[in-house]
């Protein structure tokens, strides 16, 4: 892929085929060796300025950009809501367009909105990385789940049956890890309450609405548990926690439908023992832990594709 066809923003999987795909899990695999060093930096951004735009909390989300940006030396422009002029009144084009001013050369963005990485788009010439919009996409989170997914296991996509379990409806992880693996070759299953459970989502390639989670984890190699998302959902959603516990909570006696071998992943933050049972959360089969290892040579990896570029692998 020549540089003048490679995507110049990563705001959702659309205008990434596969071997884009493949090729920034192959390049995780190197940032994840850099930082195995004594010296945990290199300077392949060096010279190079990544403004954080986090019009919402975030802890792993934030930091380890913020991390994957300095370890390959490029300068930090941390930017949050609180204590920002949005509180005297700036808007969010102000915003973008007083750091572009600040040279900065990437954007991360993370915003309430549904769309509002692609608009910080429209506004910028400097590169987009959308780390989280509304309930629409979380691309960063998806790459590191599927990375963490083929580090433990080695098992080839196409050979791979991802069952994702809960608040499919408003999570954009959820979204995101469906386009991500379906891309890859997975198959890729979504089950959870019927409230909670958005068909349009069959529509993508590779995926399938299954609200019979045994059916849904029948032979799974993978199972994702979702946070219910108590903040974004109408009350009318939800009877109880006890109640959504009690039929698809993630624990061993569920995973006996699963392939022998299964791993569990968890985007966090978790609500334990609701969407995920606490034993299996800190189990062998977990790869909770792993994915938060994975944030940081991710994201090294996205930065360094958008900002740089590989041209063909």
Known sequence: MSAAERPRHLL?????????????????????QVLQRPVKRVPALQGFTVATLFFEDSTRTRLSFERAA?????DVLPFAKGGSSLSKGESLRDTVETLS??????????????????????????AVVNAGDGRRAHPTQALLDAYAYRARTGRPFPET????VGDVAHSRVARSAAEAFAALGAEVILSGPPTLL???????????????????????HAVMALRLQRERMASFRLASLEGYAARYRIDEARLRACYDEVVVLHPGPMNRDVELASD??????????????AGVPVRMAVLYHLLVGKGER
């Open 198 to 220: 958005p068909r349009e989502l069959a529509e993508l390639p590779g995926v399938t609405v299954e609200p019979d989670l045994d059916r849904a984890l029948d032979g799974a």
């Open 280 to 293: 299996v959360a800190d189990g062998p089969r977990s790869l909770v832990r792993a994915q938060v290892a």
């Open 70 to 74: 300095r370890a390959q030396s490029a």
């Open 161 to 164: 049956r991802l069952a994702i």
């Open 12 to 32: 959702d999987f659309a205008a990434w085929p596969r071997e884009r795909i493949e090729a920034l899990l192959e390049t995780t695999e190197v940032m994840a």
């Open 101 to 126: 001013e600040l040279q900065a050369d990437l954007f991360v963005v993370r915003h309430p909105a549904a769309g509002a990485a692609h608009q910080v788009a429209r506004w910028t010439d400097a």
